[in-house]
């Protein structure tokens, strides 16, 4: 998949304020958790990666490097689903 184009999160997505996904393209429905719900909300608005562990860290009140993991844990498993 490295030479899958970026999709646009913002046109081809849906998610809601309580974590309810409903991926366009494909017609998947999936569930995230509020820390699934932080970064896709920040992708889905343009945010770069350090924008988005800066999201987590006040979010959640936790450290840059648990939000950096949380984040990279986070695009693992949304790109193995085809998510991003």
Do not use: C, W
């Not at 996904?21 to 569930?31: A, E, M, Q, S």
């Not at 719900?37 to 988005?52: E, H, Q």
């Not at 800066?54 to 949380?70: M, N, Q």
């Amino acid at each position: 998949m490295a030479n899958k184009t970026q999709r646009n999160l913002k046109d081809e997505i849906t998610l809601t304020p309580n974590g309810f996904l409903f991926d366009h393209v494909t017609g998947l429905t999936y569930t995230v958790n509020e820390t699934g719900n932080v970064i896709l909300r920040t992708l889905m608005d343009g945010k770069s990666a350090v924008d988005t562990i800066k999201a987590l860290t006040e979010e959640f009140d936790i450290s840059e490097s648990t939000a950096r993991k949380d984040l990279e844990e986070f695009l693992e498993q949304v790109r193995s689903f085809g998510v991003v």
